[in-house]
């Protein structure tokens, strides 16, 4: 199948490996009482009293009161639940007090009490009409300007109290956070009822959230939620149209911007809707800027996409019953539509032209599901349910980007594999951890091979055993010893040795006969092949800090510069690799990996394997030079193209065409003799002599 995975951010791919840091529950008496004793988490505070005109105008100096601080909630009182608490004031009816935070000398920010202080400034402003008044009946439709001058007099002998917290009650920037974000919640316990988005904005308020904020700003989210579009003045005098309107109000086009970037992690999803949109916002908090782009660019192009695909019909699914778009967006859809596309985003060129193809593919999905599967009135509360859908639409995008496919498959063979075969998310599974482990197993038998290969040449470079390095003959004993230490008949490693022949080779050597080299004698090393295990098995056969050779050839760094965008080195990539097998192998895989990073690691795995193999064959001929084994016939002098060279002979030998020869300095790689020239005549062999 094809392997599909989210493009994530750098965090991303690692947020879910850890769980979120609980609070210590448990502690003494004394422990209880010495904290308290310190006055630790114990809230300083004075109150004041302040006639409504001083107020106001005191809230004109600059910088004096921050009234909507990141913790704040959007202004959702209407102009006639502001014009009920100007009655109150009117008819000297007691209102609770307002809470500040003085964030620093003189400078204070609303922590409780926003909505009845901005409607306080709005209404001495003249920015509303009184309205439902029903004690002052008479007043409705008067602006402050154009009340009775008694009533306005009386008004401005009103006094509002608020309660400041002083800057004194935290220590620290950390605790100064978390004192303003507690305080918040507990006040906003009462009243109007905190929506799910508003505590995590609260709560969890980082760089993050306030991406959020910005990204449900876009014209495309404005449109398709029936939003009036953003401009700047919104942030301080939000228009009513937008005040009015719950989606903007509860700050649910918030959530949703939150819900389309957490549902690319279906895979955790656990709880319910908000528990998992609750535990991406906890991990969000270790996001660093890279991550904040990475998801900005990938929410815009991705909504965009959806826009140019869907048009005016942007969230709102096709209604068979109705036969056309329904009139309003719906949440579970668009969740399903922007993972779909999100999954794609790289062929976004491709899937804006295949416009038509999606859009009647997904009228025919919608057609053939259950009522509600697609408008949010089935089960979205079950993680299976989730998947379901959004793979689904997943692969009608996929199915319109790349054509129609006619399959002709016998119903009874369907229905076997409905109720049967694996669901998509499990698929996807397999075939992540049967690619991942296969490619590991791959490379690792390319590893085993490359040091079986170069432990058969060594007797041929030195043909005495003595003449070997002396380290290299350590490494070969203590491998004998340790092999037949570990041999048994049924051992599934060393099994396959006939037990006579292991230290069979060792003997003859010590002899001064011929002998050979038993591989697995430098193969005893059992850990998975990392850059420190590799550097252990190649200095058993001579080679220090081997993987260095990796690290510095040139198609490794141009690899982990371009298909890896410079996120790993050689090593660490070695070591994802290695982590994401072993995650593979069992079972706890936290990322299904898409058809892309399946390809780099078989590329990767394949560079480093070609890498070690050009190191051993350099290493090889040039022992063979030195010991006599091997022939050097000549110097490069002249490179005329990549295919044509011009040699001068240094030694006497017979060369033809067709004829395999070694060439290089520090790597020495294999060339073939396609044709002959001496001077001006072609030939097919020649004999050389020094100087030819």
Known sequence: GDLIMQPLSPTERKMWREPPT??????????????????????????????????????????????????????????????????????????????LYESDLARYEVMDGQQRISAIADFYENRFKLKGLEQWPELNGLIYDRLPSEI?????????????????????????????????????????????????????????????????????????????????EEDENPPQKLLTNPHFSKMRDVEFVLRCLALRHAEHYRGGM?????????????????????????????????????????????SPKAGGWAPKPQIAYADALMVALSERI???????????????????????????????????????????????????????AVGEKSINIDEAVLKILRVEAPDNLTWRLFDHCAAITRIYAVFEQCIIELVEEYAGFLPRVFPSYARLREDIRISHRVGVGHVLM?????????????????????????????????????????????????????????????????????????FCSSKLLGEHTADSYLNKF??????????????????????????????????????????????GVASGAALEI???????????????????????????????KKIIEPVTIVSLRVGQNDSTEVELAPGT
């Open 486 to 558: 570990k041999w048994s008949a049924t051992q599934p490693i060393y099994g396959k040795i006939a037990e006579n022949s292991i230290a069979s080779g060792l003997v003859d050597g010590l002899r001064g006969a011929p002998y050979t080299l038993l591989a697995d004698a430098f193969l005893t090393d059992s850990d998975n092949y990392r850059p420190d295990t590799l550097n252990r098995v190649f200095k058993k056969i001579g080679f220090d800090d081997a993987y260095s050779f990796v690290r510095s050839a040139p198609e490794v760094i141009e």
């Open 22 to 99: 609980e609070s210590k529950q448990g502690a003494s008496a004394e422990e209880i009482n010495q904290k308290y004793a310190k006055r630790e988490l114990r809230i300083v505070t004075e109150t004041n009293r302040e006639q409504l005109p001083n107020f106001v105008q005191a809230m004109q100096r600059e910088g004096w009161l921050k009234l909507q601080p990141f913790y704040q909630r959007r202004q959702r009182w209407d102009d006639k639940r502001k014009s009920k608490l100007i009655e109150s004031f009117i008819m000297n009816i007691p209102v609770p007090p307002c809470f």
């Open 578 to 623: 290695v982590g994401d097998r072993n995650d593979a192998a069992h079972g706890d895989v936290s990322q299904i990996a898409n058809v892309d990073a399946i390809k780099n690691y078989v590329l990767f795995a394949i560079l480093v394997s070609e890498t070690l193999a050009n190191l051993l064959r350099s290493s090889l001929i040039k022992n």
């Open 152 to 232: 306005r007099r009386g008004l401005d002998r009103r006094s509002i109290s608020y309660i400041v917290l002083l800057k004194e009650s935290a220590n620290t920037r950390d605790e100064e956070l978390l004192l303003r974000q507690q305080v918040f919640e507990r006040l906003n316990t009462g009243g109007v009822e905190l929506e799910n988005q508003e505590v995590r904005h609260c709560i969890y308020h980082n760089e993050f959230d306030d991406l959020l904020i910005e990204l449900s700003r876009h014209p495309a989210m404005r449109d398709a939620w029936g939003l009036v579009r953003y401009e700047k």
């Open 346 to 400: 790289d062929q976004k060129a491709k899937l804006a032209d295949a416009r038509d193809r999606i859009i009647a593919g997904t009228k025919r999905l919608i057609e053939s599901e259950p009522t509600g599967t697609f408008t949010g009135q089935g089960n979205t509360h079950d993680l299976s349910a989730v998947v379901e859908w959004h793979d689904r639409l997943r692969e009608t995008i996929f199915t319109g």
């Open 274 to 318: 908000q528990r998992f949109l609750d535990q991406y916002m906890v991990r969000s908090r270790h996001f660093s800027s890279d991550d904040i782009q990475f998801l900005h660019d990938l929410f815009t192009d991705t909504i965009e996409l959806a826009q140019t695909i869907f048009g005016d019909h942007l969230f709102r699914p096709w």
């Open 634 to 664: 000549g110097d490069v002098v002249h490179r005329y193209s990549n295919d044509i060279v011009g040699v001068r002979a240094t030694g006497t030998a017979k060369i033809f065409v067709g004829q395999q020869l070694y060439a290089g």
